[in-house]
């Protein structure tokens, strides 16, 4: 029987934040990004970005602008992976 949790990613946003994450100059660690996000008052500890680069963890709407502001990124290009990702 087909386990949902695994079959299905939970967001389509994770490869993209770990990419990104690693592509910074220097790359950063889940928990440098975690406090970076926490300086923006965006609260996710080290699991919670781990999840979500796995895609067991969905991300929040309201997330993703923060995120995207502290990786230097182009918000359309996380949440879509089109054009270029940076800003």
């Not at 299905?8 to 996000?37: C, E, M, W, Y």
């Amino acid at each position: 029987m087909p386990n949902s949790r695994t079959d299905h990613p939970k967001n389509i946003v994770g490869p993209r934040i770990r990419r990104a994450r690693l592509d910074f100059d220097p790359p950063l660690t889940q928990d440098q990004l975690s406090g970076r996000l926490a300086a923006k008052g965006l609260s996710l500890d080290r699991v919670a970005i781990t999840k979500i680069e796995c895609g067991n963890r969905a991300v929040f709407d309201f997330e993703l602008p923060t995120i995207a502001e502290v990786l230097k990124v182009d918000l359309q290009w996380l949440m879509t992976g089109k054009g270029n990702p940076r800003k």
